[in-house]
Every structure is written in C-alpha cells, then in structure tokens.
Nanobody, 124 residues
Framework: QLQLVESGGELVQAGDSLRLSCAAS????????MAWFRQAPGKEREFVAT????????YYADSVKGRFTVSRDNAKSTVYLQMNNLKPEDTAVYFC?????????????????WGQGTQVTVSS
C-alpha cells in the first residue's frame, strides 16, 4: 500500500527546465518500480520514463529521451523527473506510478498505485 503525491509542476517557457517530485508514503518503497506518465488535454495517457527498484535501470519514451532524467532516492522515498529543454508538446498532467511488474514497465496496467498528477504547462 503506497500513497503517491506529485509536486513541482508549473507554467514555464519553452527551453526552460523543471524538476518534478513524487513523494511516497508507505512501507517497502525501495521494492517498487517507479514510472512517470503524462496526459495532455484530449489525449490518452502515455508513458514518459521509468526507473526500476534497483535504481540502476532507466528508460524513456522517444519523445523525451535526451531531455528528461528519472531518478530515485530510496532513503527519502522520492522519485524525481528532471525535465530540460522543455517544449510546448510537453504540456500535460504528469502522474507518478508504482508497481512490481518488470515485464515492459511502459503500460498503465503494470502499475498499482498512482498519484493525482501535477500540471506542467510550457508556453512557446
């Protein structure tokens, strides 16, 4: 049982950087794989990035590769998403998710716990 709370979303300009945080409350945080998804207005929720429980394996959607970095601090039970060179198409509500599945790590159904989301808006 985990509770996840995202924070850090705000209005920024294209080219700016922003760091999102996901604070988890509950036991065994270090055992979960963590992921970020996002959903733009009128669009389906899409995978953004994931970091496995070990912290040593990460991967990203092609749309954010090279610009975003996901990391975790198990001592603080927190996952981060560092977003650099933001683009207007990055505008979305960003969700943090936790789960045990290690099959693809990119599907919504593989995650059991979800935060409420934080809004990121990038103006051109």
């Amino acid at each position: 049982q985990l509770q996840l709370v995202e924070s850090g979303g705000e209005l920024v300009q294209a080219g700016d950087s922003l760091r999102l945080s996901c604070a988890a409350s509950g036991p065994t945080f270090s055992a979960y794989n963590m992921a970020w998804f996002r959903q733009a207005p009128g669009k389906e929720r899409e995978f953004v990035a994931t970091v496995m429980s070990s912290g040593g394996t990460t991967y990203y959607a092609d749309s954010v590769k090279g610009r975003f970095t996901v990391s975790r601090d198990n001592a603080k039970s927190t996952v981060y998403l560092q977003m650099n060179n933001l683009k207007p198409e990055d505008t979305a509500v960003y969700f943090c998710a936790a789960g045990f599945s290690a099959r693809t790590l990119t599907r919504q159904y593989e995650y059991n716990y979800w935060g409420q989301g934080t809004q990121v808006t990038v103006s051109s």
